[in-house]
């Protein structure tokens, strides 16, 4: 089963939705499309099943990749800004994959960068300002509340 058909069942299974016709022409083509553009082929599948890592930051970030960004979020980049986005995309997977290589087997899991401890006071029950003190200075009251104009009819 290739990754297309795989993927395609997934879809159908989480959506729900039965894939046929000319919808799983659409989905068949965009998925290409998308497979197309990341750099994916069977041969790179067949290195991550062997284990060999295949580095992302040495295939690069393409023309035909950012035009598929813009696509995706509907923006309009000058060709300037397409060669920064390529650069900074590249310094970014390249980052990445500096931090795969850390070791992180006996690092425990973190919700948060610094210790971080709940910072309220405990609760404690307290005794309440007496009624007929704040009802005092009400305007109108009404069998022990404040008594307010009519807002809704």
């Given at each position: 089963m290739s990754v297309q058909e795989k993927m395609i069942a997934c879809l159908a299974?989480?959506?729900?939705?039965?894939?046929?016709?000319?919808?799983?022409?659409?989905v068949k083509t965009r998925l290409n499309m998308i497979l197309d553009l990341i750099g994916y082929s069977e041969a790179s599948e067949t290195a991550a099943v062997e284990n060999k890592v295949v580095n992302v930051a040495e295939t690069g970030i393409d023309d035909a990749l950012i035009k598929y960004l813009e696509e995706l979020s509907r923006l309009r980049l000058t060709p300037e800004e397409e060669d920064r986005a390529k650069e900074e995309l590249t310094k970014i997977l390249m980052y990445i994959e500096m931090l795969n290589e850390l070791d992180t087997d006996n690092v425990d899991a973190m919700s948060h960068p610094f210790p971080y401890t709940n910072n309220f006071r405990d609760d404690e029950r307290k005794e309440s300002t007496d009624r007929e003190l704040i009802l005092k200075n009400a305007p109108q009251q009404k069998d022990g509340c404040f008594k307010v104009p009519t807002t809704v009819e």
């Amino acid at each position: 089963m290739s990754v297309q058909e795989k993927m395609i069942a997934c879809l159908a299974e989480n959506t729900g939705i039965a894939i046929e016709g000319d919808m799983l022409e659409n989905v068949k083509t965009r998925l290409n499309m998308i497979l197309d553009l990341i750099g994916y082929s069977e041969a790179s599948e067949t290195a991550a099943v062997e284990n060999k890592v295949v580095n992302v930051a040495e295939t690069g970030i393409d023309d035909a990749l950012i035009k598929y960004l813009e696509e995706l979020s509907r923006l309009r980049l000058t060709p300037e800004e397409e060669d920064r986005a390529k650069e900074e995309l590249t310094k970014i997977l390249m980052y990445i994959e500096m931090l795969n290589e850390l070791d992180t087997d006996n690092v425990d899991a973190m919700s948060h960068p610094f210790p971080y401890t709940n910072n309220f006071r405990d609760d404690e029950r307290k005794e309440s300002t007496d009624r007929e003190l704040i009802l005092k200075n009400a305007p109108q009251q009404k069998d022990g509340c404040f008594k307010v104009p009519t807002t809704v009819e």
